[in-house]
């Protein structure tokens, strides 16, 4: 018997440091909260590491949907936005497939060598970096903190006419109580995806 199709896929990708399967990281607690409203035998839940091979995941999700397409969500927090959200975007672009939604979670760019501590410049230094989100990404929601660094970057559109960039609130995405390391924890945050997702 032939596996029935899996049409939606939600992923979701912790920040630096954070490890698999941790219960104390507010993705791993989110996971579980959108693993139990939507994953069933068409809808997969994933929690993925920011420094993952997102190309095999991407294969994955071609692999298993069928012809009638395939709608995916990404939820990321810190790096996971700046390398492994970016990084499966491109990732699925090699088999024409759309991000239908991406959440971004105070998401922090990652810089290479020789300038490593950018990543801790605010969104307003005029040095700071921007993270560009690519062209097959439709609509993404941002949250950010200013209480401390690292900050969420900025994030801009590859193609303006195409994407939409919001905040996931009425302040600009702030959550002036958080930090950056509390941020992924924030039950409205929480509330806010979990309302998108289970209502798309």
């Known amino acids: 018997m032939p596996a029935q199709p899996i049409t939606r896929h939600i992923v979701l990708i912790t920040g630096f440091r954070q490890q698999h399967g941790r219960p104390t990281t507010g993705l791993d607690l989110l996971w579980r909260g959108v693993h139990a409203a939507v994953a069933g035998p068409a809808a997969a839940v994933w929690l993925c590491s920011w420094n993952d091979d997102f190309r095999i995941l991407a294969a994955r999700i071609n692999n298993y949907r069928d012809a009638e397409g395939v709608r995916i969500a990404i939820v990321a927090y810190s790096w996971g936005v700046g390398v492994g959200a970016l990084r499966l975007a491109r990732a699925l672009q090699q088999y024409g497939l759309k991000v239908e939604m991406l959440f971004a979670i105070d998401g ?71 930090t950056h390391q509390t941020i992924d924890n924030c039950g409205e945050i929480h509330r806010a995806i979990l309302e998108r997702i289970t209502h798309a």
């Open 108 to 178: 922090v760019y990652r810089p290479w060598f020789p300038l490593p501590l950018r990543s801790l410049f605010s969104r307003w230094n005029p040095w700071a970096p921007r993270i560009v989100v690519p062209w097959n990404v439709q609509s993404t929601w941002y949250w950010r903190q200013n209480r401390n660094r690292p900050q969420g970057h900025e994030l801009i559109a590859e193609t303006p006419e195409c994407q939409s960039i919001l905040p996931g609130n009425s302040r600009d995405g702030l959550q002036p109580c958080r």
